[in-house]
């Protein structure tokens, strides 16, 4: 069974930040990364369709401890995603890349 839960986390995590990237209007995830009523209300919606989902398409309950794991994982994975996306927009090696779409 632990097997199963190790293999299920990344699964569910992935399957959050999907849910989480389809949201519309886009969510700050700076914003949200910090907490706010925004991410209390997300957090309620996706983790019971996560849990439905999962027992609808799989047959597994999954625990609460690990849909909170995996929804937490997903922001963070979202958010340092977001992070590392801005470094690179912001250095010098994007420049000659830049430069040349320019001509």
Partial sequence: MSSQKSETLPDVTYWLALE???VDPVVDL???YRGSMELDYLYQVLTSKAQH???QEHGVKLSPVMVNNAFF???AMLHHRNLEFDR???TQETA???EL???
């Fill in 88 to 90: 690179s927009r912001k």
């Fill in 73 to 75: 994982r997903a922001i």
């Fill in 20 to 22: 989480i990237a389809k």
């Fill in 101 to 103: 779409l320019g001509r």
């Fill in 30 to 32: 700076d914003v949200m």
């Fill in 53 to 55: 989902y999962w027992w």
């Fill in 96 to 98: 000659w890349v830049k």
